[in-house]
């Protein structure tokens, strides 16, 4: 069964970075779409960014656009989001998912078959 970690969070202030990790166990990881999603204190899950199976395609939220950069390397069976101008309404519990497809990018949750633990992210002001 694959597995997914995500790495990478912790605590910063506002206006700062963190770049966050998402480690697969096997190969099967790099022929489907992958995606980030957050969780804040109180809130339902929501996208934040994907990218398909060779990385040519990506979508982002309208909240992560021009601020998060989604990328991935196939040979390490590993994504990234670079996270940039972090807001204090950043801070959430960071997923990484993989999806069901190999070219198609969902915005959706169900979309998407195996999740990691998450990584928290706390932007502090």
């Known amino acids: 069964q694959l597995q997914v970690v995500e790495s990478g969070g912790g605590l910063v202030q506002v206006g700062g970075s963190l770049r966050l990790t998402c480690a697969a166990s096997?190969?099967?990881?790099?022929?489907?779409?992958t995606g980030w999603f957050r969780q804040g204190p109180g809130k339902e899950r929501e996208f934040v960014a994907a990218?398909?199976?060779?990385?040519?395609?990506?979508q982002y939220s309208d909240s992560a656009k021009g601020r998060f950069a989604i990328s991935r390397d196939n040979s390490k069976n590993t994504m990234y989001l670079q996270m940039n101008s972090l807001e204090s309404e950043d801070t959430a519990v960071y997923y990484c998912?993989?999806?069901?497809?190999?070219?198609?990018?969902?915005?959706?949750?169900?979309?998407?078959?195996?999740w990691g633990q998450g990584t928290q992210v706390t932007v502090s002001s």
């Open positions: 998912a993989k999806g069901r497809r190999a070219m198609v990018i969902a915005t959706r949750p169900d979309a998407y078959d195996i």
């Open positions: 096997g190969s099967m990881f790099s022929r489907y779409t």
């Open positions: 990218i398909s199976w060779h990385g040519e395609n990506t």
